[in-house]
Every structure is written in C-alpha cells, then in structure tokens.
C-alpha cells in the first residue's frame, strides 16, 4: 500500500509551515489484490475465502498473458467502416488475447488515519470493463465504460481502523470492442480520506483567460462542501516559488472564484512545457481543513479562420499522431516508464500533439504530455447510440454519455495540453437527423463543463454530414482520411478550417519490403506482412504525402493526427481475416516501439531541430543480384546523390511536379541489388555536400547488442528499462532478416518482465523469457523490484555471443 501524505509540509521547503494539521490522505491501492478470472457468487462478501487466487498488482491486465488464440472474439462480420459488403472471418480484431469473461479481484485495506467525520472517497481511473465495486459486502456502485474515471464516497461502508474489503467484478463481452480492450483494473484505484469540510473530488477548475507577456489572469474556481470556510490560494512557478496569493471568503453556492494575476507569466506550449502549481488550502476559522495542489499551464488557444490554431498567439498546424491505449507487450496496464518511452520517441519524431482514440487519457500519460510538451486531443467514444460492433458502448449510451463527458471533462480539465475535445470517432451517427442531435447535445455539455475548449468529432462520412449540418454545427470539423473531399468540405462547412483528426493509414512492418514496388490498396502476401516501401494503404485511406499536400498548400488545413503513433493488439487490417495476425499494420513504430521507414518520413518534416537522412531497404537480398531493387531515402535535404559500391546512381531531387511522393521522397527507381554499400550523400540549399549515410550488406549473425534507453532506474517495482537488442555481424553490423530465436535472463534487482519483437504475426507470449527476433531485432523490458541495487539483463542464442546490459535501480 502506498500512501501519499498530501500535508503542508510536502512543499514547506518552499515557505513558512503555517501548520502541520494532516488534511488529506491518498492511499494507493496498489500491491497484494487477489485475483480470479472466472464466476463467482460469493466474491463479494467480506468473508470469502480468496487465499487461493492470485495475488497481483495493480495496474494489472489480466489477458495480456494469453496466450494467443484465434477463436478468442472470433468476429464474422462485414466492417461496414471499412467499405466491406459481405461479412467474413475476423480473427485478430480484438488482440486474440482471453479479454473475454469475468474477473473478480478484491482488496483488504485499513485507514488507521480515518477519524469520525470524515469522508473516504474511492477513485478508479479506469477499470475494464462494467466494474460493479463492492465493500465490506455492501454494492457501493457500478460504472460501465471502461476508459473512464470515476469515484464513489464510501464514508458510510468503512469501519476506520480494521480491515476492510474491497470487491470489484468486472465483466467482458464479445464483439464489445474494434481493437484489444484489455482487461481488469488496469489503472490505478485509490482511496482519499478527507475532512468534511473540504474540496470536492476534482472541484478546482483553473484556466487562463487573459495573458499577455506581462500578466496572466488566472481563474480558479473552486467547489466545496462546508460552511464558513476562507480558501487561501498559493500559486508557485515551476521552481517552487511562490509568485502570487489569494485568500478569499465568498463562497457562491458551493463555489469559490479567484482571479489572481501572475506577472511575467512563463507560457506553456510543447517547446516550453512551463507548469504552474496552484496550492488550494481551505481553512474553517484558523484551522486547516482541506489542501489540494493543482498542477497547470498558462497559455491561450484559438481557432479562426484567419489564423488557424494558434498557441499562445501564434499559428501552428498540428503534427499530431492517434494512440490507442494499449502499450505492446505490457497490455492495457498503466505504465509510466512505457508511456514516457513513448513520448521520448515522438519528441525525436518532431511530434507536437497526440489523439487519445477513441477514449479518455489515463492521468499518467496527461501529466507527462504536460510535462514533455505535447498539445492533446481528448476524446471520449467511438460509439453513440448507433452500433459498430454487436456489443460496443451503444449499449450504454442513452443512459452514460452526459456523465461520461462529465467526469472526463472534471477529472482532465486542468491539463494545459488539452487543446480540444473530441466527442466521437466516425459515429455511424453521423448518418440521420437523430446525429445531428446528438453531436449538438454533447457538444453543449462539453461547452457547459469547459467553455475553453472546442469540441471536433472525427469524421469520415464527409457526403453525409455535408448534407446533414452535422458537420457545420461543429466547432471544428475534423476530417478522417477522405483527402479528395478537403476542399469541398471547407467550401461547404461555415468554420474556415479543418482538421486532419485522422490520416494516412498507410501500412508498413518494420524491415520487410516487398517487390515489385508499387502503389496498393489493401494488398495482402502470404507471410502476413506489408512492405516498407511505405506505399500500400486501405482502401479508406491514403499515403502520407496526400495528407502533406493538404497541410502544406492549404492554410486552413489546421494539422493532423496520423493513424498511429505505435502499432496497437488488434485491428490487422490488411488482414483482418488472415491467421496469423494480431495487431495493427498502422504505426510509425512497432508494436516494440522501434521505429519503422514511415517513422523517418515523417520526421524528415517534422523535426524541424535535427536533420534526418535514412536509407531504405535494407541491403542484404541474397538471391535478388542484378534485380530491380529501388533505393528511397527520407530526408530532411532537398536533394541527395545515391552510390552503390561507389557507382553513382545519380542525384535526385524534391519535385512536385510529379507524384506527391517525388515532392517529398527521393527515390531510386531503377537500382539493380548488388551487395556492398548503399551511400547516400545530401546536399545543403548551397547545393553543398552537407551530410551522408551508408548502409551495407551484414555477414552471418555473429553477436548480440543490447542498447537501454535508460540505465538508471528507480526502485520499488514500477520502473522498466526497454533494451533494444540487435543481432549483429562480425563487425557490428545488423543482420536485418535475422529470425533467431533469444532467451532472456535477469539478476539482481529487477525482473524479466515482456519482450516485445514487433512481428504483428508472432503468437509467443511477451511475458516468457524467449522470443525471436524479428528483422534482426526485438525489445526487453526489464523491471525494477522494491529494493535498490544493481540489475543485469543477459540475452543469448545459439550459435551467437551473448549480450549483457548493467542497470542500476535507486531509491526515490
Ligand atoms: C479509422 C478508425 C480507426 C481505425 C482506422 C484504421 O477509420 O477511426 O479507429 O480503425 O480507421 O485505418
């Protein structure tokens, strides 16, 4: 059990301690649940025996340990989003992983620190799915969607100082999901022991109204429950410092409202992530009563159509990606480690924005977006009442969506990177007047909750909603896919601008090209796989560069969000109906979070820091000698010269004269293969030599490199190290079709966790200590345990040296 001590004297270094008075207490319900998946009807009762089931930690996704099956939610349907007309076999749609069924975990706790009067609140940010949650054998609530937040006051059920007995049963169906849901309480459940008289549970609303370089006016409002009661607000800077202070004593209603200026303000934006921190403390006569600290952001957002979006008053176009919430190998689980990781990689990328499709963000990754710097798009359903899949959120809609959007608005509303909401994801709403009232309705609760924040609904029924004026109720239409309908959707819609919600769609698996190269649509080849040449898409979507087109010559194009950021369990288009195959095509990385070709492409635009310059395929195609074998390489330069083993193969250039693919790639159509070196040498707007590259044919796989992307971790079993581990040659080059098979060993004090390969066809459990690489590479995620001291990760395989990583893992 950890438990967070939210008292005075967590920031009294700052400032003068006023009091030492406890207010209130978070404890996080963390470690030694029990666990069974299955029925039963005397789980909830305080007395059942649970000895015998497992003992886990929370977060914890009970399906991701598989192992993989194809009859799991087995799906014959007809994916009318997909454009398909007769239905056919699905097999890895969900993840093929058993999500399926009921699960029961349960929880003894005591709050020693609970004193008569006050109020226990228990808060789950997200349980999957239909959590019906039980204590001391009393049913304290239930809520169905499983991406979202939500609390009950559990004041009445508790006995303060003894144990007590938390019960949640959890309940998936089939066919309820488009992608791998998950499965159980995959993020965190916490208890807060509060006086009284105190803040409501996500009561402080703080925004920016007014800021120019030398003021900010910040506005906090901020809900109570009590009477006579003083709020003293404290503003500090990212240092710590106080730099403003408000003390106020009229209350409206049930609500304080301060306008406190901060001068000088030091604006948030993803390139100058500043935070602020607003320290609440609610005071009956002298006393302390309540303390909450909300961190934000100043910094002000618009949307018109003669700037476009504009941050903190200057226009910028999003260079945004989709993430489904799942994190590979780790499942649904919450894992900050993994979340951060990710981040890391899309700063590389030169991405500036991230869409949570089709639902809300976990806490975790909006404190971190806020912290690194990435604009968010919130979004809450992929279903209203109109089914996509026979069991999806339409069952619940009528009843859930207003309080739904409700508790995603209080619970996320203070992040700085939320810059617009998203009320759904092509909707088959969006067919029918009934839509249009829908969309309408909760877009006002979104403007009633949050005024701040526009509210976009991706949309990929462009005809229909044209028509409808679903489209033109929006605050901003947000396009899926649909590139030959931009224009006409501008002229028609009343906003002066558009949003790319969702692009691309293009499919790729890391190191695997196929030839001869050419433009598909849904193209399919027997080892499962889509070819890196990066031109093979569905039949809904589109290459990139058509969505670069847009975003370049149209103005009011106000940027993107590529389908996806990471490949995803679930969803193999293009082989939803091929086995085997159980995850997405779609990422610019991998499942393991290693980049693909496309990853480049777009970094060569995005990036806007650091050049990029990256050669593809690889070169080793033994048996291909003399075969048409095309070279394309993703730059940041205008042009570049290509050499085979020294032989010019002519200079290319950016042209956009031709295919928009010659106005941002350049290729090589007609190399014929011969092993040796590909060079590539770029040239400067000076027409200069300014940077090169080379790849070369690998020898046999000899011996193994292991990179960590962190080698100092912290202790107390949360903490993962990702190792990339290649298999090299002599010379340490990587064999880029190396298929051998690893196993994995860790000492000291961490644990073998998951190893991820980024093979979407691969069924070998990610939590077992082997697995083959997959174009001569895969990923290790090595785990810290509760104590301090040194962890070494070894990987070996027959026939190659081993490999060897040392990390250290340290105490907070
Ligand atoms: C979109 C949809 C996404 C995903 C994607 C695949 O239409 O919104 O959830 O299915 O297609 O291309």
């Keep these: 059990m950890n438990i967070r001590y939210l008292i005075v004297w967590a920031i009294g270094c700052v400032f003068t301690v006023t009091s030492t008075a406890q207010t209130r207490v978070i404890t996080e319900l963390k470690d030694n649940w029990k666990f069974y998946r299955g029925k039963s009807d005397q789980?909830?009762?305080?007395?059942?025996?649970?000895?015998?089931?497992?003992?886990?930690?929370?977060?914890?996704?009970?399906?991701?340990?598989?192992?993989?099956?194809?009859?799991?939610?087995?799906?014959?349907?007809?994916?009318?989003?997909n454009n398909e007309k007769v239905a056919t076999e699905k097999t890895g749609r969900t993840g093929s992983l058993p999500y399926i069924g009921e699960g029961w975990y349960r929880k003894q706790f005591s709050l020693p620190h609970f004193k008569k009067g006050q109020k226990a609140i228990l808060l789950f940010e997200g349980?999957?799915?239909?959590?019906?949650?039980?204590?001391?054998?009393?049913?304290?609530?239930?809520?169905?969607?499983?991406?979202?937040?939500?609390?009950?006051?559990?004041?009445?059920?508790?006995?303060?100082?003894?144990?007590?007995?938390?019960?949640?049963?959890?309940?998936?169906?089939?066919?309820?999901?488009?992608?791998?849901?998950?499965?159980?309480?995959?993020?965190?459940?916490?208890?807060?022991?509060?006086?009284?008289?105190?803040?409501?549970?996500?009561?402080?609303?703080?925004?920016?109204?007014?800021?120019?370089?030398?003021?900010?006016?910040?506005?906090i409002k901020t809900k109570v429950t009590g009477n006579n009661m003083r709020l003293v607000t404290d503003i500090?800077?990212?240092?710590?410092?106080?730099?403003?202070?408000?003390?106020?004593?009229?209350?409206?209603?049930?609500?304080?409202?301060?306008?406190?200026?901060?001068?000088?303000?030091?604006?948030?934006?993803?390139?100058?992530?500043?935070?602020?921190?607003?320290?609440?403390?609610?005071?009956?006569?002298?006393?302390?009563?309540?303390?909450?600290?909300?961190?934000?952001?100043?910094?002000?957002?618009?949307?018109?159509?003669?700037?476009?979006?504009?941050?903190n008053g200057t226009t910028r176009k999003f260079k945004g990606v989709c993430l489904h919430h799942d994190l590979g190998p780790l499942g649904a689980a919450i894992n900050v480690?993994?979340?951060?990781?990710?981040?890391?990689?899309?700063?590389?990328?030169?991405?500036?924005?991230?869409?949570?499709?089709?639902?809300?963000?976990?806490?975790?990754?909006?404190?971190?977006?806020?912290?690194?710097?990435?604009?968010?798009?919130?979004?809450?359903?992929?279903?209203?009442?109109?089914?996509?899949?026979?069991?999806?959120?339409?069952?619940?809609?009528?009843?859930?969506?207003?309080?739904?959007?409700?508790?995603?608005?209080?619970?996320?509303?203070?992040?700085?990177?939320?810059?617009?909401?998203?009320?759904?994801?092509?909707?088959?709403?969006?067919?029918?007047?009934?839509?249009?009232?829908?969309?309408?309705?909760?877009q006002d609760i979104f403007h009633r909750e949050d005024p701040t924040r526009p509210v976009t609904v991706g949309m990929d029924q462009v005809k229909a909603v044209m028509q409808s004026g679903f489209g033109a109720l929006l605050d901003i239409p947000g396009l899926n896919y649909r590139t030959h309908l931009y224009d006409e959707a501008y002229n028609t819609f009343p906003q002066g601008l558009l949003l790319g919600s969702e692009t691309a769609s293009t499919v790729s698996s890391r190191g695997i090209y196929k030839f001869p190269v050419e433009k598909a649509s849904e193209k399919q080849y027997p080892d499962n796989q889509s070819s890196s040449y990066?031109?093979?898409?569905?039949?809904?979507?589109?290459?990139?560069?058509?969505d670069f087109v847009l975003q370049d010559d149209k103005p009011w194009v106000i940027g993107e969000f590529v389908w996806?950021?990471?490949?995803?369990?679930?969803?193999?288009?293009?082989?939803?109906?091929?086995?085997?195959?159980?995850?997405?095509?779609?990422?610019?990385?991998?499942?393991?979070?290693?980049?693909?070709?496309?990853?480049?492409?777009?970094?060569?635009?995005?990036?806007?820091?650091?050049?990029?310059?990256?050669?593809?395929?690889?070169?080793?195609?033994?048996?291909?000698?003399?075969?048409?074998?095309?070279?394309?390489?993703?730059?940041?330069?205008?042009?570049?010269?290509?050499?085979?083993?020294?032989?010019?193969?002519?200079?290319?250039?950016?042209?956009?004269?031709?295919?928009?693919?010659?106005?941002?790639?350049?290729?090589?159509?007609?190399?014929?293969?011969?092993?040796?070196?590909?060079?590539?040498?770029?040239?400067?707007?000076?027409?200069?030599?300014?940077?090169?590259?080379?790849?070369?044919?690998?020898?046999?796989?000899?011996?193994?490199?292991?990179?960590?992307?962190?080698?100092?971790?912290?202790?107390?079993g949360d903490d993962i190290a990702f190792v990339t581990v290649s298999i090299v040659d002599k010379n340490g080059n990587l064999c880029p079709t190396a298929a051998e098979q690893l196993n994995f060993a860790v000492k000291g004090k961490g644990t073998y966790r998951a190893a991820c390969n980024g093979d979407a066809t691969s069924l070998e459990q990610f939590h077992l200590p082997t697995m083959k690489t997959f174009s001569g590479k895969l990923v290790v995620l090595v785990q810290t345990t509760n104590d301090a001291g040194n962890i070494e990760l070894t990987v070996s395989g027959k026939g190659l040296q081993s490999g060897k990583v040392s990390l250290q893992s340290v105490k907070k």
């Excluded at 949650?133 to 003894?162: H, P, S």
């Excluded at 810059?419 to 309705?441: F, I, M, T």
């Design 564 to 716: 996806t950021g990471f490949d995803y369990l679930g969803e193999p288009t293009p082989y939803d109906d091929k086995w085997p195959s159980r995850s997405s095509y779609f990422g610019l990385n991998d499942l393991a979070g290693l980049p693909k070709d496309r990853y480049y492409l777009y970094r060569s635009r995005w990036n806007t820091k650091a050049s990029t310059l990256h050669i593809l395929p690889h070169w080793n195609w033994q048996g291909r000698e003399g075969q048409v074998t095309p070279v394309f390489v993703y730059t940041s330069y205008d042009s570049a010269e290509l050499f085979i083993n020294g032989k010019s193969m002519g200079v290319q250039k950016k042209r956009s004269n031709e295919t928009p693919q010659h106005r941002y790639r350049l290729m090589w159509m007609n190399v014929k293969y011969e092993p040796g070196t590909v060079k590539v040498i770029a040239f400067g707007k000076d027409g200069k030599p300014a940077e090169e590259k080379a790849i070369i044919t690998s020898g046999k796989p000899y011996t193994l490199k292991l990179e960590a992307d962190r080698t100092q971790l912290t202790a107390g």
């Design 127 to 219: 349980a999957m799915s239909e959590p019906r949650v039980f204590v001391n054998g009393q049913k304290v609530g239930e809520w169905n969607y499983g991406y979202n937040y939500f609390y009950f006051d559990i004041t009445d059920r508790i006995v303060a100082t003894q144990n007590n007995v938390l019960a949640v049963h959890l309940t998936n169906i089939g066919e309820s999901s488009r992608w791998y849901p998950g499965a159980g309480l995959y993020r965190n459940v916490s208890i807060i022991v509060k006086n009284s008289e105190s803040i409501d549970q996500w009561g402080t609303y703080i925004t920016t109204p007014l800021v120019t370089d030398h003021l900010a006016k910040v506005n």
């Design 337 to 442: 480690a993994a979340l951060r990781r990710q981040l890391t990689i899309l700063k590389d990328l030169g991405c500036d924005a991230i869409r949570s499709s089709h639902n809300m963000p976990s806490r975790e990754q909006l404190e971190l977006a806020d912290e690194m710097g990435f604009m968010f798009l919130a979004e809450s359903f992929d279903e209203w009442a109109k089914p996509k899949v026979k069991n999806g959120y339409a069952r619940f809609f009528a009843h859930d969506a207003e309080k739904d959007l409700v508790n995603l608005i209080k619970a996320t509303r203070n992040h700085p990177s939320i810059v617009l909401w998203s009320s759904g994801n092509e909707v088959p709403d969006q067919w029918g007047a009934e839509g249009v009232k829908r969309a309408k309705w909760l």
């Design 43 to 81: 789980a909830s009762q305080t007395a059942f025996d649970d000895k015998r089931w497992q003992t886990v930690s929370v977060p914890h996704d009970w399906a991701i340990y598989g192992p993989f099956d194809k009859e799991i939610d087995k799906q014959k349907v007809a994916i009318t989003q």
């Design 534 to 546: 990066d031109l093979e898409f569905c039949s809904w979507s589109n290459l990139p560069e058509d």
């Design 236 to 311: 500090l800077d990212a240092t710590g410092k106080r730099v403003a202070s408000d003390t106020t004593a009229t209350v409206f209603g049930n609500e304080f409202e301060q306008n406190i200026a901060v001068v000088n303000p030091q604006r948030w934006s993803p390139e100058t992530p500043n935070l602020y921190r607003a320290v609440s403390r609610l005071y009956v006569g002298s006393e302390l009563k309540d303390e909450v600290v909300t961190t934000f952001g100043i910094r002000t957002i618009s949307y018109r159509p003669e700037t476009g979006f504009q941050l």
